[in-house]
């Protein structure tokens, strides 16, 4: 939507710094999210979404986790400077520290579209929880929510095939 804009991203990793928030969107158009996350250094889950996602990071480097369409766990190290290229659909979960920023570039979501976030059981690596929203705004911050969830169910954390419960942060 007009008129075009100008971001400085060091303005916006000095203000999430300084405000201590997690996320700052640059903007939200049908075509074309993009954000600024700070780590989440007890980030655990693995996100899914329908839309390609863009990530360059700014600053300090991320462990991004993803899995293979086989449930393997892999892992792409992201220096500082350089991009990655998530394809749509793939479980991914981007670990960073909170002094790490990246930018992150996906597309708007579509009505109705359902985002999910998915725990593994530490022990077994089988299926533990899943969180699902239809994320109108980005703004609300959805991995918060779906944390807030999962960390306070113990049924949530606890593994159906083997039993282990996954303990809090
Ligand atoms: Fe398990």
Wanted: charged share 30%; aromatic share 12%.
């Amino acid at each position: 939507m007009f008129p075009p804009r100008l971001v400085k991203l060091e303005e916006v990793t000095n203000r999430l710094r300084d405000t201590q928030k997690r996320v700052e969107v640059l903007w939200q158009e049908p075509e074309s999210l993009a954000f600024v996350a700070r780590g989440r250094e007890y980030r655990s889950e693995f996100h899914v979404n329908d839309s390609d996602e863009f990530t360059y990071m700014i600053k300090n480097t991320m462990n991004l986790h993803y899995r293979t369409p086989e449930g393997r766990e892999e892992i792409i190290v992201i220096p500082e400077g350089s991009v990655n290229f998530m394809p749509a659909g793939t479980p991914h979960s981007p670990r960073f520290p909170l002094d790490a920023f990246a930018l992150i570039v996906e597309r708007g979501r579509r009505q109705n579209e359902i985002d999910k976030f998915q725990w593994f059981c530490p022990k077994c690596d089988g299926l533990l929880h899943e969180e699902q929203f239809v994320v109108a705004d980005y703004r609300a911050d959805p991995v918060s929510q779906a944390y807030r969830n999962f960390f306070e169910s113990e049924k949530a954390r606890t593994c159906n095939a083997c039993g282990n419960v996954m303990p809090k942060p």
